[in-house]
Each structure stands twice: as structure tokens, then as C-alpha cells.
């Protein structure tokens, strides 16, 4: 039959120790994993995705 695809994500480093996002479906990141959760897509991310610098805490997750 033809069920959902499950999205998967995997996070690995790369060899300048950078984090590296390995995924499928829709990349989506949060700031915060308060109650409620605002999670957004991150725009134009293609696999696998190198999160950009940052001075915070990121959180990704894949959706379908």
C-alpha cells in the first residue's frame, strides 16, 4: 500500500568539526524547545545541510 514516507535526520560531523544534517522530508529548527514548540522550515535546505554559525542553540528536526 502506499503509506507515508517516515522522515529521518542524522547528525554527524565534519572533518573542521562543523555539525552536518543529514536528512529527508522538510528541514524545520526552533530556537527553544519550550511549551509550545514554534518550529519553522529552514528555507531552501538541501541534504546534507550545514547550520550556519550561531551565537545560540538550535534544534532541527525533519517533518514529512
Do not use: K
Amino acid at each position: 500500500t502506499g503509506g507515508a514516507v517516515t522522515p529521518t535526520i542524522r547528525v554527524a560531523r565534519s572533518a573542521t568539526g562543523a555539525p552536518v544534517i543529514t536528512f529527508t522530508g522538510t528541514l524545520q529548527r526552533a530556537t527553544s524547545l519550550g511549551t509550545p514548540t514554534s518550529w519553522t522550515d529552514v528555507g531552501n535546505a538541501a541534504s546534507p545541510f550545514t547550520p550556519p554559525a550561531t551565537t545560540g542553540q538550535e534544534y532541527y528536526r525533519a517533518r514529512q
